[in-house]
Nanobody, 123 residues
Framework: QVRLVESGGGLVQAGGSLRLSCAAS????????KAWFRQTPGKEREFVAA????????NYADSVKGRFTISRDNDKEMLYLQMNNLKPEDTAVYYC????????????????WGQGTQVTVSS
């Protein structure tokens, strides 16, 4: 089992920045691909960004490319999402996720999820 806990959400004005963090505990000796997803009320959870175990590859949703950066520190068991130039449409609950690393990054079946952190961007 892997436990994931997000932090760093909050209220920010459009054009501002936030940095989300996700701390992992439990069976973290296994290698995992990790990702950020987000969800707004009434909508399905959507992919934001993903990163391989070695950080050799990252994927981003088109809507956040050039504004968001995913990174990880395996020694500290941490995952990060630096969000710049935030827009009101980025408002959502953001979740971190972990999944087995043997798959292509775009095909990872994420089976561990955090509880989420709220990000609100005002116009």
């Amino acid at each position: 089992q892997v436990r994931l806990v997000e932090s760093g959400g909050g209220l920010v004005q459009a054009g501002g920045s936030l940095r989300l963090s996700c701390a992992a505990s439990g069976r973290t000796y296994s290698t995992y691909a990790k990702a950020w997803f987000r969800q707004t009320p009434g909508k399905e959870r959507e992919f934001v960004a993903a990163i391989t175990w070695t950080s050799a590859e990252m994927n981003y949703a088109d809507s956040v490319k050039g504004r968001f950066t995913i990174s990880r520190d395996n020694d500290k068991e941490m995952l990060y999402l630096q969000m710049n130039n935030l827009k009101p449409e980025d408002t959502a609950v953001y979740y971190c996720a972990a999944g087995p690393t043997k798959f292509r990054l775009s095909d990872v079946p994420y089976n561990y999820w955090g509880q989420g952190t709220q990000v609100t961007v005002s116009s």
